[in-house]
C-alpha cells in the first residue's frame, strides 16, 4: 500500500513523509545521542555545539533535516527528469535509509553535509544543456567545500565537479576553473583564520585528517542489524544492477542523469573508508544515489504485492533493530 501510494505522487505524501520519519525518530528520543564536538570540523562545532546541552533538541534538528533532504532530494529528481517516472519514492528511500540505526537518529556532521551535497548536485544537474552555466559551476564547488567543512571525508566529492562537467555538458575550460575556485573560496577564508590565530597544525592534524589517521574500531552489533544492513544492500545492489542494465530508462537527460548517480554512489563508497570509525551514520552519502536507485526499481516492479512485500520487509528489519 505504501509503494503504490506514494508511486501515485499524489501531493497527500507531503504530510504521510513527515509522518513516517517521525515515527521512526521517536527512538531517537527515548534515548537521545549526542555526537562529539572533539575533531569535529569548524562549521559543525561552530553549528552544533549551540545544541550540545540539549540532546532533545539536537535530535529534534536531525529529524527536520532529514525531512528536509528527503524533499529536497525528491525535487531534484523530478526536476531534473532524473527517473522516467515521477514519484515521491526517492524522498521515502532516503528517510528509511538515514534513519535505519539509533547511530543515526541524532544530529551529526553529515546531514549537515548531505544537505550541501545535495544543492551541488541540483546545480551540475540542472546545468545540462544550459548556455552560460559559470554560476552554477561556481556554487557546486563552493557547496561541495562548504559540505567538507562539516564532514571532511566529503573531499572524495570534489571530482564530481569534473565528472558533472564532463556528462552533463561540453568542454569549458572556464566551466572547470570556475567551479574549482569556488571550492577553494571557503577554505581560503578558514586558512586565513587559523592562521592569523597560529593555530593552522590544529586545523591540519586535529580536525581535517584525523579521521585519516584514527584507527578504526569493528562492529559489534545485534543480529537484527547484520540482518537490516544485509537485505538493504541487496536491494541497492537490485537495484543497481536495473538501472545499469537500462531498465526502463528513458530520455537522454535521465541517461545522463544515471550516470552521474552511479559516479556519485563509487564516490560515496569511498568516503566510507575515510570516516573516522565504523558506523552506520558514515553510510549517509550513499542513501543519496542509494534512495534514487530503488525507487527506480520499486516503481518498476511490475507485481504490486512483490513491491509492497519487499518494502514491509525493510521497514519491519529496521524497526526490530531499533527495538533490540
Keep these: 500500500m505504501i509503494i503504490r501510494f506514494l508511486k501515485s505522487n499524489n501531493a497527500s505524501a507531503l504530510l504521510f513523509l513527515p509522518l513516517i520519519a517521525i515515527v521512526i525518530w521517536v527512538f531517537g528520543f527515548f534515548d537521545p545521542i549526542i555526537i562529539p564536538l572533539k575533531h569535529a570540523m569548524p562549521l559543525y562545532e561552530m553549528v552544533a555545539g549551540i545544541f ?87 556554487d557546486a564547488g563552493m557547496l561541495i567545500s562548504v559540505a567538507t567543512l562539516f564532514y571532511f571525508p566529503f573531499i572524495v566529492f570534489l571530482p564530481l565537479l569534473g565528472i558533472g562537467l564532463i556528462i552533463l555538458r561540453p568542454f569549458s575550460w572556464r566551466e572547470w576553473l570556475i567551479s574549482f575556485l569556488g571550492a577553494a573560496l571557503p577554505y581560503l577564508f578558514v586558512i586565513c583564520y587559523y592562521f592569523w590565530y597560529d593555530i593552522l ?28 544492513i544485509g537485505f538493504g544492500w541487496l536491494l541497492l545492489l537490485l537495484s543497481m544492477g536495473k538501472i545499469l542494465l537500462g531498465g526502463e530508462i528513458g530520455s ?34 550513499l542513501a543519496i544515489p542509494g534512495a534514487v536507485f530503488c525507487a527506480n526499481y520499486f516503481s518498476n516492479i511490475k507485481k504490486g504485492w512483490w513491491a509492497e512485500f519487499l518494502f514491509l520487509l525493510l521497514l519491519s528489519s529496521l524497526f526490530i533493530n531499533l527495538l533490540a
Design 201 to 228: 597544525n590544529y586545523l591540519f592534524y586535529d580536525k581535517m585528517f584525523y579521521s585519516f589517521l584514527r584507527e578504526k574500531q569493528n562492529l559489534d552489533n545485534s543480529k537484527s542489524f547484520y540482518f537490516m
Design 52 to 138: 550540545i546541552n540539549t540532546p532533545w533538541l539536537s535530535t529534534l534538528i536531525g529529524l527536520v533535516l532529514v525531512i528536509s533532504e528527503a524533499f529536497l532530494l525528491n525535487y531534484i529528481v523530478n526536476e531534473n527528469e532524473v527517473l522516467s517516472k515521477q514519484s515521491y519514492l526517492p524522498a521515502l528511500f532516503y528517510i528509511v535509509f538515514m534513519s535505519n540505526n539509533k547511530a543515526m537518529l541524532t544530529l551529526h556532521p553529515l546531514l549537515f553535509g548531505n544537505l550541501f551535497i545535495l544543492f551541488a548536485a541540483h546545480k551540475l544537474l540542472s546545468s545540462y544543456r544550459k548556455d552560460n552555466t559559470f554560476s552554477q559551476a561556481f
Design 252 to 285: 537522454q537527460r535521465t541517461k545522463k542523469s544515471i550516470i552521474f548517480l552511479v559516479w556519485f554512489f563509487f564516490l560515496s563508497a569511498l568516503s566510507m573508508s575515510l570516516a573516522p570509525e565504523i558506523s552506520t551514520k558514515y553510510f549517509s552519502a
